[in-house]
Nanobody
């Protein structure tokens, strides 16, 4: 049984930091793309960042580049999203997702949700002004 467990959300003031974690069981991240998505109230879900499980290459959308850092710990089968200098517009439920094996294309196509076989349950990030 495959599960992705997302955690680390919370309430933080503008300018603060949070680190999200996504731990997989039943599937290895080593041959997939693992991405973080977010969905703000009343808005569509959007892809934020992705990482290649095979070589660690990364992609960020422009609005978070320089503030967010995605990384992985292969030994723990965990992907992290370090979020610094948070803004109120970053308030959203954050989801992690993993593609099927050998789907390794990074870039804007991380936004294509049909690529992902597995989804975590979401963790709420609230940034107060």
């Amino acid at each position: 049984d495959v599960q992705l467990q997302a955690s680390g959300g919370g309430l933080v003031q503008a300018g603060g930091s949070l680190r999200l974690s996504c731990t997989a069981s039943g599937v290895s991240f080593d041959s997939s793309i693992i991405s973080w998505f977010r969905q703000a109230p009343g808005k569509a879900r959007e892809a934020v960042s992705g990482i290649s499980g095979s070589d660690g290459s990364t992609y960020y959308i422009p609005s978070v580049k320089g503030r967010f850092t995605i990384s992985k710990d292969s030994a723990k089968n965990t992907v992290f999203l370090q979020m610094n200098n948070l803004h109120p517009v970053d308030t959203a439920v954050y989801y992690c997702a993993a593609t099927g094996l050998y789907d390794v294309c990074l870039g804007p196509t991380i936004a294509v949700e049909s690529r992902y076989d597995y989804w975590g349950q979401g963790t709420l990030v609230t940034v107060s002004s």
